[in-house]
């Protein structure tokens, strides 16, 4: 564990469900783009989109809310 500066520290993103960005698409974009700015690994980033593609929107949910959970709320 390190003491980093506050201004390092992850602004909340907030993802209406209801609206076009609750959209499956949009969603797995996010997920990449968080992936990314994380600094995930490529086979970290796509282990995490295969899960989100393998089911159901309500499983595309679960998966992106427990790799993102800590930095994204979803409202529905």
């Known amino acids: 564990m390190a003491i980093k500066s506050k201004a390092e520290m992850p602004q909340r993103i907030q993802v209406d469900l ?34 989100m593609r393998l089911t159901d929107y309500e499983g595309l949910l679960y998966t992106f809310d427990r790799e993102f959970g800590f930095i994204v709320d979803l409202y529905r």
């Open 18 to 51: 209801t609206g076009p960005d609750g959209n499956a698409f949009v969603l797995l974009s996010l997920a990449s783009q968080l992936c990314k700015r994380l600094g995930y690994d490529h086979d970290r980033e796509e282990r995490i989109l295969d899960e």
